[in-house]
Nanobody
């Protein structure tokens, strides 16, 4: 059992930036494909950004492309999501996911999940 833990969420104004981090205490994330998903109140979980196990290939939902950047920090063993120019529609619970399926935008392809960190953007 792998337990992912997210951090870095908060309440910000539109146009502000936040940096989220995902860690797995006791288990390295270096060998996993990883991604960030989010779920707004009353909606289904949606894909935000993903990165392969080598940390070289990243991909994004159209709604965040050009504003968000995902990266793997092998030294700190974390998966980070830099979010710039935040909008009110970005408000959601952001969750980190990990698995062996490379390049997937679908939540069912990921095996391990964190409990999430809340991001709230005021207009």
């Amino acid at each position: 059992q792998i337990h992912l833990k997210e951090s870095g969420g908060g309440l910000v104004q539109a146009g502000d930036s936040l940096r989220l981090s995902c860690a797995s205490p006791g288990t390295s994330l270096i060998a996993f494909a990883t991604a960030w998903f989010r779920r707004a109140p009353g909606t289904e979980r949606e894909f935000v950004a993903g990165i392969n196990w080598a940390g070289r290939n990243s991909f994004y939902a159209d709604s965040v492309k050009g504003r968000f950047s995902i990266s793997k920090d092998n030294g700190a063993d974390t998966i980070d999501l830099q979010m710039n120019n935040l909008k009110s529609e970005d408000t959601a619970l952001f969750s980190c996911a990990a698995g062996s399926r490379e390049g997937s935008r679908f939540d069912h392809d990921y095996d391990y999940w964190g409990q999430g960190t809340q991001v709230t953007v005021s207009s």
